[in-house]
C-alpha cells in the first residue's frame, strides 16, 4: 500500500495559520494558493483544520472547501467546529470528501456513530489530538488543544474506531510545529491497536522523520505543515498576494523565519520514501 | 461517422442521486473536463442524458433499497441495455453486480454477473493490512500482474476505446472501499491492482458499461483524463478509435 503525503492546512478565518504546540497562530497566506500548489505537486491528499471553530463556532471553512473542490480533484478532509449531522452534511456538499472530528465526538461520542451510519465509515475521521504527560501517559484534548478531556488517548482511539471511525488523524501536540520529529510511540501504539489508517501528524521537520515515523510508527498516511508551508509562504509574498486584518502578519513582512526545518516539496519526501524501499505516488 | 456534438453542444451527463456519497466531485470534474453534469434522481433526466454516472460511498443494502425507492432500478438497467456509456464509481461498481455479502447478502442490479465480496485479511510484506482499503494504489491491464503480458506486446490494447486508453500499466488510482467484485466472466475486467497478495478487479467493461473501483475523480490529473476519454467517447459517438483516426488525419 502506498504512503499518503498529506499536506495540512490549518486555517483561522480565511487564513492559512502555523502555530507552535497548537499556540501562536501566525498567519501565512490564503490557504487557496497553498492547496493548489500542493496539488499541482502531488499531494495525495488535503487536510483542512479550522483552528478556531470549536471557539467561536463559524464556519468559513466551508467557503474555502467549496472554492478549492473545483480545481483540487484529490481527496479533502475537513475538520474543526463540526458539531452535528446538518455540519458534516454541509460541509460534504461544499465538496470534502470526510471529515475529522473531535471535540463534538468526546462531548457526544454517538455522534461518531449516528456520522458513520448516515455518510459511511469512510467519511468520519476521528481527530485524535493528544499530550504526554510527565508520567508517560497520554491524554486526549480538545478545542485545538485548549481543553483536557481526562480520557485516555489510546482507550479513546480505540473507542472511536468501534464506534465506527473509518481512519484516525493523530497529532501530538507536544511535537506539533516544533520540527523535531513525530511522537513515534503515539502513532506505533494506536496503529497497532486499530484495524483502521492512521495519519500521523504534529512534528515533521526533516526527511527521515516521515520515513521514521512510516516504518517505526506505522502510519499510513503521513500529515505535514511547516515543511511545507513557510516555503510555499515566500513564494506566495513573491505573488503579491494580499492578507486580511486577522492574526499576525508583522513576522510575513519581514521576511518568514520558522522553527528550525528542513524545506523539503512533496516529490523529494516521495522520492526519500522511495529510497526507503517504501511505495509513494509518482505523478 | 459525423459525431453527435460537433456543432459545439457539450455531453451531458446524468449524476444518479441516491442520497448517498460526495456527488459533487464527479460533477466538478465532469465540468473540468468540459461535459455539462445535473445530479438527479429524476428517470426521465437519467434516460435523456448523453452518459449516466452511478456513483456511491456508503452501505449496499441501504443504496439498492434507495435505488427501488426511487423506482430507479429498471431505468438504470434500460440505460444499461442501450448503447448510452454508463460508468459505475465505487459502490457504484459494486451496484452494477450480482449480490453483494456487505451485512447479510444483498441482491444488486445483477447487469454484471457475479458476487460482491469483503477483503478477508489482506497481508502484504511488512504485515497485516488494513480494512478499508483507503490510498493510492496502481491499476493494471489484465494479465500483467502475473507477468503474462509485457505492456508492449498487447496486440490490441484492451484499454483503447475505453476510459482507460492512454494510460499506462501501474497508474495510481485513489480507492476507499472494503469490498471488491468478482465478474464471473474474466473478460469483463478492465483493470486489476494487488491489495497485500490479493489481485482483484479494479475496474470492468462490460458493453457500454464502464466501472471503476477507485474513484478517477479524486485521482489528481491522471483520474481527470478518464473523464476527459469519457468526453472524448461521447463525442465520437461511442467509437473513440474512429475519432482518434479522425484527429490525426
Redesign the interface.
Same mark, same amino acid.
Given at each position: 500500500? +502506498?504512503v499518503?503525503i498529506i499536506p495540512r492546512l490549518d486555517i483561522k478565518g480565511p487564513n492559512l495559520v502555523k502555530g507552535i504546540n497548537f499556540e501562536g497562530l501566525r498567519v501565512l497566506g490564503k490557504p487557496e494558493y497553498f492547496a493548489k500548489h500542493y496539488?499541482e505537486n502531488?499531494a495525495?491528499e488535503l487536510i483542512y483544520i479550522d483552528a478556531v471553530a470549536s471557539l467561536y463556532g463559524r464556519n468559513s471553512l466551508n467557503h474555502i472547501i467549496e472554492r478549492t473542490?473545483?480545481?483540487i480533484?484529490?481527496?479533502m478532509v475537513a475538520g474543526g467546529g463540526l458539531r452535528t449531522l446538518d455540519d458534516i452534511r454541509e460541509i460534504?456538499?461544499?465538496?470534502? *470528501?470526510k471529515v475529522a472530528i473531535n471535540t463534538a465526538a468526546v462531548r457526544r461520542p454517538e455522534l461518531i456513530s449516528e456520522a458513520a451510519r448516515t455518510?459511511? +465509515? +469512510?467519511?468520519i475521521v476521528v481527530s485524535i489530538e493528544a499530550i504526554r504527560k510527565s508520567d508517560g501517559t497520554y491524554e486526549q484534548y480538545t478545542d485545538y488543544g485548549r481543553e483536557r478531556t481526562g480520557l485516555d488517548a489510546f482507550e479513546w482511539a480505540i473507542r472511536s474506531v468501534e464506534l465506527g471511525a473509518?481512519?484516525l488523524l493523530v497529532t501530538s501536540i507536544n511535537q506539533e510545529g516544533t520540527g523535531k520529529g513525530f511522537d513515534l510511540e503515539l502513532t506505533r501504539r494506536i496503529a497497532e491497536s486499530v +484495524?483502521?489508517?492512521v495519519i500521523a501528524s504534529g512534528g515533521a521537520g526533516a526527511l527521515n522523520h516521515v520515513s521514521d515515523v512510516v516504518i517505526q510508527g506505522k502510519a *499510513?498516511?503521513v500529515g505535514i505543515a511547516s515543511m511545507f508551508h513557510y516555503n510555499c509562504a515566500r513564494h506566495c509574498q513573491l505573488n503579491g498576494d494580499d492578507f486580511h486584518e486577522e492574526g499576525n502578519i508583522e513576522f510575513l513582512r519581514k521576511g518568514v523565519q520558522g522553527p528550525k526545518l528542513q524545506d523539503a516539496s512533496i516529490p523529494q519526501i516521495k522520492a526519500h520514501l522511495r529510497n526507503c524501499g517504501l511505495d509513494?505516488?509518482?505523478? | 461517422m459525423i459525431g453527435l456534438y460537433e456543432n459545439g453542444r457539450r455531453p451531458q451527463v446524468a449524476i444518479v442521486d441516491f442520497g448517498?456519497?460526495?456527488l459533487?466531485?464527479a460533477k466538478?470534474?465532469c465540468?473540468?473536463v468540459g461535459m455539462q453534469a445535473l445530479i438527479t434522481s429524476d428517470k426521465s433526466r437519467i434516460l435523456s442524458a448523453d452518459a449516466v454516472i452511478l456513483p456511491g460511498?456508503?452501505?449496499f443494502g441501504d443504496a439498492v433499497q434507495s435505488l427501488h425507492k426511487l423506482d430507479l432500478v429498471g431505468p438504470l438497467k434500460d440505460v444499461a441495455a442501450s448503447e448510452k456509456p454508463v460508468v459505475g464509481i465505487c459502490l457504484g461498481l459494486q451496484l452494477l453486480m450480482t449480490e453483494s455479502q456487505e451485512f447479510g447478502l444483498h441482491k444488486g442490479l445483477g447487469i454484471v454477473k457475479g458476487p460482491v465480496v469483503r477483503f478477508e485479511n489482506p497481508c502484504?510484506p511488512r504485515g497485516p493490512?488494513?480494512?478499508?482499503?483507503?490510498?493510492?494504489?496502481g491499476i493494471f491491464r489484465p494479465g500483467h500482474l502475473q507477468n503474462r503480458r509485457e505492456i508492449t506486446t498487447y496486440t490490441e490494447d484492451p484499454w483503447s476505446g475505453t476510459p482507460l486508453h492512454g494510460l499506462s500499466d501501474g497508474t495510481?488510482m485513489?480507492f476507499?472501499?472494503s469490498f471488491y467484485a468478482i465478474p464471473e466472466n474474466p473478460e469483463v475486467t478492465l483493470s486489476t491492482s494487488k491489495?497485500?497478495n490479493l489481485e482483484f478487479c479494479s475496474s470492468l467493461r462490460y458493453g457500454n458499461v464502464f466501472a471503476f473501483q477507485f474513484?478517477p475523480?479524486?485521482?489528481?490529473?491522471?483520474?481527470?483524463r478518464i473523464y476527459e476519454r469519457i468526453k472524448v467517447l461521447l463525442q465520437s459517438d461511442g467509437n473513440l478509435e474512429e475519432h482518434e483516426n479522425a484527429r490525426r488525419s
Open positions: 500500500m +502506498s499518503r496539488y502531488g495525495d473542490a473545483q480545481e480533484f484529490v481527496p460534504l456538499r461544499a465538496g470534502a *470528501d455518510f459511511g +465509515s +469512510s467519511t473509518g481512519e +484495524s483502521v489508517p *499510513d498516511g509513494c505516488r509518482l505523478q | 448517498m456519497g460526495n459533487f466531485s466538478h470534474a465540468e473540468h460511498v456508503g452501505a502484504g493490512l488494513k480494512v478499508p482499503h483507503i490510498g493510492w494504489n495510481y485513489y476507499v472501499h491489495y497485500g474513484h475523480e479524486r485521482s489528481g490529473p491522471d483520474g481527470l
